[in-house]
């Protein structure tokens, strides 16, 4: 199929570009910008005018399979494209752990044409908190994009240096959350005066910091590559800039949450404030914003986490941790660039090409992403960025309506999605 996007702004951060610019796609593949190829012939032509041209968003941590099967859910990937997320990492928590390569081929064979691309991660070990290692190498062939070890850790070192070892012959990246798993039993909020105030069992800075220091020494011994996702305290945003400073092979993203809300805004014990890693205290906050201004930061990702009703309709600490946030990646993105009076390229920057150059840094073989330059993947969407809208749970399509956002007004919508150079989405009128 051939696409003539017109009249639209281009915004391509990894080009530098912004401007008005016609878009041409032709085979999947953006075929030209700004003028028509010699003889292109447009199949459909799309009228951009009063919108940006945006490449795809990049989700470096999104749940979208169905809860614990290998399937993925309809709805959470219609909930991706309204987003105009066009490329998702999937958690190996967010499904039966793909912990043999069986199971990681049969999930990749569901994918669609016209769907986000899913890059699974594998199971660092067979059970997501094993002591046998799992065949990370066949994983790896299998399509995975990394190994990690899900939400909970790693208890026993041993395992996790036995982890990196491999994966460092292998040329393989890990893909780790940094907590302690003795530290984190049993907490449902971030320690401090706010969680004694409330009763909670609060989970410490040092939660993340001891599993930091851990991660970092073994690197130190193997030169294992390793992601680190969702970052919370002001503590580990210190020791990650440490890391990158002596060039250790790391890359790391935040949540939108943890970028947007702290603790007290759990208010009288509201479950749709119950996340994973728990809301940190504002001086948190304020680090995790400034990282991401500089860049220190690599990516924001929306951790969305589809949640029921009923599992949020219990006491505090009893209710699922998670909130569903695909729909809601660019516009948190963009209200942190308002608020914090940054450039618009900055936000798209940090869900466009600052992902996608996490994800070509663990899998440089495959199709580049996130960018809109001559021969890159057609996969974009179309944006008012001047739009204003509330969040309605009612009205996303995700099957969790459980968000903290709900009722506030934020930036930007998403009009229309490409993925392939074929159009996925276009949001109803």
Same mark, same amino acid.
């Given at each position: 199929m051939r696409l003539h996007i017109a009249n639209g702004r281009l915004i391509d951060p990894a080009n530098g570009v912004d401007g008005l610019h016609d878009l041409y796609l032709a085979d999947g593949r953006v075929a030209a910008v700004g003028r028509a190829p010699d003889g292109f012939q447009a199949d459909r032509r799309l009228d951009a005018a009063g919108l940006a041209v945006l490449p795809g968003l990049v989700d470096l941590c999104a749940r979208v399979a169905q809860p614990g099967a290998a399937t993925f859910a309809p709805t959470e990937l219609r909930a991706a494209l309204a987003g105009g997320v066009t490329t998702l990492v999937l958690p190996p928590d967010a499904a039966a752990p793909l912990d043999e390569p069986g199971k990681a081929e049969a999930l990749l064979r569901q994918a669609q044409p016209g769907q986000c691309r899913v890059r699974p991660l594998g199971a660092m070990t067979v059970g997501l908190a094993g002591e046998t290692l799992a065949e990370m190498d066949l994983l790896g062939r299998a399509g995975c994009l990394a190994c990690a070890q899900g939400e909970h850790g790693i208890a026993d070192t041993r395992v996790l240096w036995g982890a990196m070892r491999y994966a460092s012959a292998l040329g393989l990246a890990l893909w780790l959350r940094p907590? !302690? @798993?003795?530290?984190?039993?049993?907490?449902?909020?971030?320690?401090? #005066?706010?969680?004694?105030?409330?009763?909670?069992?609060?989970?410490? @800075?040092?939660?993340?910091?001891l599993a930091l220091h851990t991660i970092f020494e073994l690197q130190?011994?193997?030169? /294992?590559?390793?992601?680190?996702?969702?970052?919370?305290?002001?503590?580990?945003?210190?020791? &990650?800039?440490?890391a990158k400073r002596e060039g250790l092979p790391v890359t790391a993203d935040v949540s939108a949450n943890s970028l947007h809300l702290c603790d007290v805004d759990i208010g009288f014990f509201d479950t749709r404030f119950h996340l994973s890693p728990p809301l940190r205290g504002q001086r948190d906050r304020?680090?995790?914003?400034?990282?991401?201004?500089? =860049?220190?930061?690599?990516?924001?990702?929306?951790?969305? /986490?589809?949640?029921?009703?009923?599992?949020?309709?219990?006491p505090f600490p009893q209710s699922e941790p998670g909130a569903t946030g695909l729909e809601l990646l660019l516009s948190l993105a963009?209200?942190?660039?308002? !608020? #914090?009076?940054? @450039?618009?390229? !900055?936000?798209? /920057?940090?869900?466009?090409?600052?992902?996608?150059?996490?994800?070509?840094?663990?899998?440089?073989?495959?199709?580049?992403? =996130?960018? &809109? =330059?001559?021969?890159?993947?057609?996969d974009l969407c179309l944006a008012d960025l001047e739009a204003e809208w509330m969040v309605a749970p009612g009205a996303l399509h995700s099957r969790s309506g459980q968000t903290p956002f709900a009722g506030m007004m934020l930036p930007g919508r998403v009009r229309a999605t490409v993925v392939g150079g074929s159009l996925a989405w276009e949001t109803p009128v």
């Amino acid at each position: 199929m051939r696409l003539h996007i017109a009249n639209g702004r281009l915004i391509d951060p990894a080009n530098g570009v912004d401007g008005l610019h016609d878009l041409y796609l032709a085979d999947g593949r953006v075929a030209a910008v700004g003028r028509a190829p010699d003889g292109f012939q447009a199949d459909r032509r799309l009228d951009a005018a009063g919108l940006a041209v945006l490449p795809g968003l990049v989700d470096l941590c999104a749940r979208v399979a169905q809860p614990g099967a290998a399937t993925f859910a309809p709805t959470e990937l219609r909930a991706a494209l309204a987003g105009g997320v066009t490329t998702l990492v999937l958690p190996p928590d967010a499904a039966a752990p793909l912990d043999e390569p069986g199971k990681a081929e049969a999930l990749l064979r569901q994918a669609q044409p016209g769907q986000c691309r899913v890059r699974p991660l594998g199971a660092m070990t067979v059970g997501l908190a094993g002591e046998t290692l799992a065949e990370m190498d066949l994983l790896g062939r299998a399509g995975c994009l990394a190994c990690a070890q899900g939400e909970h850790g790693i208890a026993d070192t041993r395992v996790l240096w036995g982890a990196m070892r491999y994966a460092s012959a292998l040329g393989l990246a890990l893909w780790l959350r940094p907590q !302690d @798993p003795w530290l984190s039993r049993g907490a449902a909020a971030a320690a401090g #005066a706010y969680a004694e105030r409330l009763g909670l069992h609060g989970l410490p @800075p040092q939660a993340e910091t001891l599993a930091l220091h851990t991660i970092f020494e073994l690197q130190r011994a193997t030169g /294992a590559r390793v992601h680190l996702t969702r970052l919370s305290t002001a503590a580990g945003i210190e020791l &990650l800039r440490a890391a990158k400073r002596e060039g250790l092979p790391v890359t790391a993203d935040v949540s939108a949450n943890s970028l947007h809300l702290c603790d007290v805004d759990i208010g009288f014990f509201d479950t749709r404030f119950h996340l994973s890693p728990p809301l940190r205290g504002q001086r948190d906050r304020q680090a995790i914003q400034a990282a991401l201004a500089e =860049g220190l930061v690599d990516a924001l990702c929306s951790d969305h /986490a589809p949640v029921e009703a009923r599992a949020k309709a219990m006491p505090f600490p009893q209710s699922e941790p998670g909130a569903t946030g695909l729909e809601l990646l660019l516009s948190l993105a963009l209200k942190w660039a308002r !608020d #914090a009076r940054r @450039p618009v390229a !900055d936000a798209l /920057a940090r869900v466009t090409s600052g992902p996608a150059a996490v994800l070509a840094a663990i899998a440089p073989q495959a199709a580049p992403v =996130g960018q &809109l =330059g001559v021969g890159a993947q057609a996969d974009l969407c179309l944006a008012d960025l001047e739009a204003e809208w509330m969040v309605a749970p009612g009205a996303l399509h995700s099957r969790s309506g459980q968000t903290p956002f709900a009722g506030m007004m934020l930036p930007g919508r998403v009009r229309a999605t490409v993925v392939g150079g074929s159009l996925a989405w276009e949001t109803p009128v």
